[in-house]
């Protein structure tokens, strides 16, 4: 055989892979529920995550009936397909939650998510091999498990439904990106084809972040970046140069005198490699102006010439309750 017609090797460190599971939705089981919830829910799930995926990079490689294996690419940058693919779980679970609300108990769809990067490849056709053990052994971890872990949570606070898992490798770099994302450790556990013990992590949204999002119509705060060039708006605070694929400065967040402040204004991020500082237009504006989200919402929205819409009580209400529950 010669060499050329060996087929190319996976590029393993460039996608995150997103195993995602429906649970059941009674509140003493975490057993998996594909079959009981019918073909329109499947049809409704399939849906969402094409709707969540688009424009994160999202490919659906399998859907073997009692699962989802999707992988996220960013051709940029492997750590931030992960930091899309969280994105996503976080955004399907609100939308699932909001399709809940209005179709029957029976018809409800429970998630559960695990997400991975690097530790892991994706072999065509090979559901329980070596391949993507981690990523099929992290899906598999629920309440039941626990016993099994070191240091363990206690298992009143492991969720039963809608959940986001994630790997030492992911937690990691959202660490590195100052994500928006609380994560807390679960225990450790023996993962199939892997030596040792790993540390798990749930994920959990910046309850305040999303209290203060619902607080506007979707697609504001879209249209709110997309109106005002980053480049343009820390331009004003910092000196910047062209370089590589974005433009850098002195971070204005931490003493420096080479600059490790980056501007990558194609993706509407900004991220220090000194500090970790990292955010988009309006998590600039907090941090450089000291304001609220709400404030550095409208002074935005000022310098986008756009009015910030008014909150219905509706609205109001809703934010509310996502802020405290
Ligand atoms: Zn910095």
Redesign the pocket.
Known sequence: MIASAAPPLPEIATEAIVVIDLVESTLTSNLFGWYAVGRHSLRDLRALIGAVGAGRGLRCLKNTGDGYLLTFHDPQSAEMAAVRSVEAMFDLLDRIADRNSVVSEERALNLRCSVHLGEVDVVADDREGPHVSLAFRLQEISRASLPAALNPIPPEQFPLLNYVLCSEEVAGILERWASPWQMTGIGLFKLKGFPGWREVFRLLPEERAIALGAAFPPGFLDELRSRVPLGDLVGRRVRLTRRDRGQAGL?P??N?KTP??YVVEDKGFFH?F????HGDAIGFLMRADNLDFIEAVQRLAGEAGIEVPQQTPQERERAQRQKTC
């Open positions: 971070c967040f931490h420096e490790s402040f220090c000194g500090c970790g500082a």
